[in-house]
């Protein structure tokens, strides 16, 4: 399986951005497809993830009300809707296909990180 992360740019505070992550290659089989982030100096962490059959959306406190996630199951991509970004949005975000909500292991997959930078 490859992920393909899309997306990310320049943006000024309260803009807003779409990231894209496809998936290809062998049948998509994994639970999760999650969207996590990292900034300079930080660990990567946990943004957003679905639940790839039943819909089921999760989400860091940092980003709820803000961030949607979303899937076209017939595309196997999901999507980051990212609106009233701040600066310390800022990152490199990468897409993860895993059987782990939170935490993928060693036989999931990434995709590379698109980046993303919210000018204040």
């Known amino acids: 399986v490859q992920l393909q992360a899309s997306g990310g740019g320049l943006v000024q505070a309260g803009g807003s951005l779409r990231l894209s992550c496809a998936a290809s290659?062998?049948?998509?089989?994994?639970?999760?497809m999650g969207w996590f982030r990292q900034a300079p100096g930080k660990e990567r962490e946990f943004v957003a993830a679905?639940?790839?059959?039943?819909?089921?959306?999760y989400y860091a406190d940092s980003v709820k009300g803000r961030f949607t996630i979303s899937r076209d199951n017939a595309k196997n991509t999901a999507y980051l809707q990212m609106n009233s970004l701040k600066s310390e949005d800022t990152a490199v975000y990468y897409c993860?296909?895993?059987?782990?909500?939170?935490?993928?292991?060693?036989?999931?997959?990434w995709g590379r990180g698109t980046q993303v930078t919210v000018s204040s």
């Open positions: 679905i639940r790839w059959s039943a819909g089921s959306t």
């Open positions: 290659g062998r049948t998509f089989s994994k639970k999760y």
């Open positions: 993860a296909a895993s059987d782990l909500l939170y935490s993928p292991g060693p036989d999931d997959y």
